[in-house]
Nanobody, 115 residues
Framework: VQLQASGGGLVQTGGSLRLSCAAS????????MSWFRQAPGKQRELVAS???????NYVDSVKGRFTISRDNAKNAVCLQMNSLKPEDTAVYYC??????????WGQGTQVTVSS
């Protein structure tokens, strides 16, 4: 099973980016999908997660700016990021948890927000 993330890049403060992540391979049944990020010198933190039923959860710092969505048929998750700030700069990772509790991570995609 592989998670392929894409959509990172360089954007100015206030700009937008859309991250995508698709799972491929012998996937049984994905429950939760989520996005984490890790800035230099900091621990990896949860940004947003979404259940198989489509219920989202966000860290306070991105509420109102980021939107997570998923396509269960494609085993894919997206993160729409608006009103980006320099503090959003990080490597973003997608994560998927199967119903058998197997955890998969994507390879990470760099998001850089310039001031």
């Amino acid at each position: 099973v592989q998670l392929q993330a894409s959509g990172g890049g360089l954007v100015q403060t206030g700009g937008s980016l859309r991250l995508s992540c698709a799972a491929s391979g012998n996937i049984f049944n994905i429950n939760s999908m989520s996005w984490f990020r890790q800035a230099p010198g900091k621990q990896r933190e949860l940004v947003a997660s979404i259940t198989s039923g489509g219920y989202p959860n966000y860290v306070d710092s991105v509420k109102g700016r980021f939107t997570i969505s998923r396509d269960n048929a494609k085993n894919a998750v997206c993160l729409q990021m608006n009103s980006l700030k320099p503090e959003d700069t990080a490597v973003y990772y997608c994560k998927a948890i199967e119903s058998r509790n197997t955890v998969y991570w994507g390879q990470g995609t760099q998001v850089t927000v310039s001031s």
